[in-house]
């Protein structure tokens, strides 16, 4: 069937994050919220449809994984990437953030280094923190609009530690965001393998944060880091969900793929009394997504490439001081803005107050992030179009 992406589907009074909270967020109703990761469009029909047909039975007790939910992951994860995995190592969880918590408890010790990349997703530092540890920061560079993995810098970080104070014995966990949030880049097989095998080397464990695995523009190719090598296979954990692809983050359902059983029941051991299953709907949801829903995600993929080729135009033909980071991946533009001349305070003020529109700050995503913006441009084009031209008016009444 053909979706109707360009149709306005109004979402205030529906408890919804991105829009219910605006003025708590930041400041004021009449701000245009294009920050948090969700999408503004109706989701796919099978998917919908398998929810309706399931609330008509009227009992929704306690809940197991069926067989046929996780066939669904198993198969699609071979017809997508041609990676084979088996039944057993999917463990199914509430999301990707608790995923994270659960692995630095249950692979590191307090006062252990974690490495991330940043600027990169919040939730990764917080989870690092928020359980004991210190961030072993493997900043991203950031060459002609282009970001790159600085390959001579991690491996330092493995030879004395962050700051050159600790034994790399302290560092036994990555996390990488793949594709990576916020700066869009889907790392190439080459990139992944570099970096595996650097943490084979410093036996450190992986754990894979492949949420946005789907979202692809034209061009580009997802590999899941596990399906690189039977070695790499053995040492990570895999995130993978629906959630971000066909929009079904408020059911909270993630499958987490872990191929090493040794792995596997350190994390599952670590989760015990903490994270739950998912509930029934969110597993309905994620089956009948993985099943049916690709005629849906074609369609959905073609309109996010329009969006994003119109972004590109815009920013350089009318507000070319700010300069957009190409994304590879994701539905989010990391937005490069040091050309305003502005600091962190006045930028945000900025966007919030003389642009009324409502994005990610920068920094946010880590120290690196300063003077950047995080945009979602999964919306229909009006609304685009209205947040662009509300940045425009706004930059030109500062010259």
């Not at 069926?66 to 969880?93: A, D, G, L, Q």
């Not at 992944?192 to 450190?204: P, T, Y």
């Amino acid at each position: 069937m053909k979706y109707d992406f360009d149709q306005l589907i109004d979402r205030r009074d529906t408890s919804c994050a991105k829009w219910d909270d605006v003025e708590a967020v930041f400041g004021s109703e009449d701000i245009l919220p294009m920050w948090v990761a969700d999408m503004d469009f109706p989701i796919a029909k099978p998917i919908t449809e398998a929810l309706r047909k399931r609330t008509e039975h009227e009992i929704y007790g306690y809940t197991q994984t069926s067989p046929s939910v996780i066939e669904s992951v198993v198969n699609r994860m071979k017809r997508r990437y041609n990676w084979r995995i088996k039944p057993e190592w999917v463990v199914f969880t509430t999301g990707v953030v608790p995923v994270l918590h659960t692995a630095v408890r249950a692979f590191t010790h307090p006062g252990d280094e974690v490495i991330i990349q940043g600027p990169v997703y919040h939730p990764f530092w917080s989870a690092i923190t928020a359980n004991g540890c210190s961030v072993a920061n493997n900043q991203l560079k950031l060459i002609n609009r282009h970001y790159e993995i600085d390959f001579k810098d991690l491996e330092s970080k493995f030879g004395s530690g962050a700051g050159g104070m600790l034994p790399s014995s302290r560092i036994k966990l990555m996390l990488l965001c793949h594709p990576h949030n916020p700066v869009g880049r889907v790392w190439t097989q080459e990139e992944l393998s570099r970096v595996g095998e650097i943490i084979i080397k410093n036996d450190a464990i992986m754990v894979s944060d492949e949420i946005h695995g789907e979202l692809l523009f034209r061009g580009f190719k997802h590999i899941p880091f596990a399906a690189i090598s039977e070695e790499f296979e053995q040492n990570c954990l895999v995130c993978m969900a629906p959630s971000k692809t066909f929009n079904l983050a408020g059911l909270s359902t993630s499958s987490i793929i872990i191929p090493n059983k040794k792995i596997r029941d350190r994390f599952n051991a670590a989760r015990t009394g903490i994270m739950s299953s998912p509930n029934i709907f969110g597993l309905v949801a994620l089956e009948a997504a993985y099943r049916y829903g690709d005629e849906w995600l074609e369609q959905f993929l073609e309109y996010l490439q329009r969006n994003l080729e119109f972004l590109m135009r815009y920013f350089a033909e009318r507000i070319p001081d700010i300069k957009v980071i190409k994304p590879e991946g994701t539905y989010l533009v990391w937005l490069d803005c040091r050309g305003l001349g502005m600091d962190t305070t006045s930028l945000r003020a900025f966007m919030r107050e003389q642009a009324r529109v409502g994005l990610e700050d920068g920094d946010t995503f880590g120290p690196s992030g300063a003077g950047f913006q995080r945009m979602n441009i999964a919306c229909p084009q009006t609304t685009l179009e209205e947040g662009l031209n509300r940045i425009e008016r706004a930059v030109k009444a500062t010259l």
